[in-house]
C-alpha cells in the first residue's frame, strides 16, 4: 500500500473515531484497565455484587460482576435512563446471565450501582472498599 493511501486511511479511521464517539457509542474505545496502584471498590447487595474502580470517564465495572436478578419498579419511572441503560447491556451482549461478561465504563459511580443493584442509588455511598470505606470518602 503506498504511503499516501495509508495516510488517507488513517486519518478516515480516526474520523469515524469521533464521530461514533459523538455519538454516545464506545465501540472503538477499549475500556478502561487497572493499574498497579488502583483502588478496587465493590458494590453488594439486592443480589447483585460487582467490583470496580473510578477511571478516567466515570467508573468502570470489572468483568465477572454480577448484577441483581430484580428491578424495582421505581426504576423503570424514577431512573429511567439507568433501566435503560440495564436493558440496553443485556440486549448489546455485555451482561449475559445477570454477569458482565467484559469490563465497562459507565458515565458515573450512581450509573453503575444503578445497573447492578436493580434500583436508583448514590454510587458515591454503595462503592465501597473491602474494609468498607465508601467513594466519597476517598
Known sequence: MKESQTAVM????ENV???ISILGYKALVPAPQ?????????CKGSGG???GFVSSEGFTVLKDSVISDHIVPSLETRGKTYFNLRNKLETDGTIVDRTFIKNYEFSAPSAA???????TSNGNIDWKTKDGTKLKDL
Not at 498497579?36 to 465493590?42: M, S
Not at 450501582?113 to 434500583?119: K, R
Open 34 to 42: 487497572a493499574t498497579d496502584d488502583t483502588i478496587y471498590l465493590y
Open 10 to 13: 488513517e486519518e478516515f479511521i
Open 113 to 119: 450501582s444503578a445497573v447492578v443493584l436493580g434500583h
Open 49 to 51: 455484587s460487582a467490583k
Open 17 to 19: 473515531k469521533v464521530l
